[in-house]
């Protein structure tokens, strides 16, 4: 999955909060509309279209400016054929997750001869991190935010994802991990949150204090085994015996390369064909 279709997935499973974000005032009723534009049909890949009362929302998320055809066209492109379609006012906002390299201007309009059509641009890197850092629907893009201590953003991000509820703190903590890639080195990312979320778990507590008793290298091996296998069953469902029994021989490092890797796992298959690449 892109960075920009991750950012699209996040709206669309929390419109209201995203919309309330972008617009700066509370919104409720918001719906997602399909993505698919008639006329020559069109398949928008990052971006999400919200209905509001009396008003559509459309909402880009872009990596970078480069795209063909240009991003201001598009925008137009868009704005036209939602207007067809709904015959509604429509605010168009383009999300840019990252600054431009060169320092390349960034275009808020189309404009050729005496045609104009404006969008509104969000930098996320002049954002202010704080309700990023306070709504759990917008915490994965908050590493994105603006901050003079890089580092200090992350652990506040790692420390706030640690407080989601249980049950919603892996996939969050998952996205979140994979938006800080556009920002931090993997190996940061990659302490901090096994540092700061993993190690605090009652769970984990709970498997190291057994594993202690056995000796302190093969506690450690132990414990890492039994929280993968309930990562991955929690996941993915009750493994095989095949499996199990192939996660029983592997090695503390493997164990935790997989404890990273399984993030991105959505069938046994994923898992399969880790272990046969091990």
């Excluded at 419109?15 to 006329?39: H, M, R």
């Excluded at 960034?106 to 990023?132: C, D, G, Q, S």
């Excluded at 790692?158 to 703190?169: A, E, L, P």
């Excluded at 769970?203 to 202690?212: A, F, H, R, T, V």
Aim: aromatic share 8%; hydrophobic share 40%.
């Amino acid at each position: 999955m892109s960075f920009d279709n991750l950012c699209k997935l996040l709206s669309e499973k929390h419109p209201e909060t995203f919309a309330s974000w972008v617009l700066g005032t509370p919104q409720t009723g918001v719906t997602v509309l399909k993505t698919e534009l008639s006329i020559e049909p069109i398949r928008a890949d990052y971006v999400t279209f919200l209905q509001l009362e009396g008003r559509i929302l459309h909402l880009e998320f872009q990596t970078k400016l480069e795209s063909t055809p240009p991003l201001p066209l598009r925008m137009l492109d868009y704005w036209v054929r939602l207007y067809r379609l709904y015959r509604l006012p429509i605010t168009q906002v383009v999300v840019l997750l990252l600054p431009p390299k060169d320092e390349i201007e960034i275009a808020t309009a189309f404009t050729v001869e005496n045609t104009r059509h404006e969008y509104r641009v969000i930098k996320m890197w002049e954002e202010n991190p704080e309700p990023f850092l306070q709504d759990s629907a917008l915490l994965p893009l908050a590493s994105l935010t603006a901050t003079n201590q890089p580092p200090v953003l992350l652990e506040q991000i790692v420390q706030r994802v640690n407080q989601v509820q249980t049950t919603q703190r892996p996939e969050i903590s998952a996205y979140t991990q994979i938006l800080a890639g556009l920002k931090f080195k993997k190996d940061l990312i990659r302490r901090l949150f096994r540092e700061g979320m993993m190690r605090e778990s009652v769970i984990y507590q709970e498997i190291l204090e057994e594993g202690e008793q056995r000796g302190r290298q093969e506690g450690r091996q132990e414990g890492e085994r039994n929280l993968v296998l309930r990562q991955l069953t929690r996941k993915l469902g009750e493994l095989p015996p095949g499996m199990r029994e192939q996660l029983e021989i592997l090695s503390l490092e493997q164990l935790e390369n997989l404890g990273e890797a399984l993030l991105d796992f959505n069938t046994l298959l994923d898992l399969e064909a880790w272990l046969a690449n091990k």
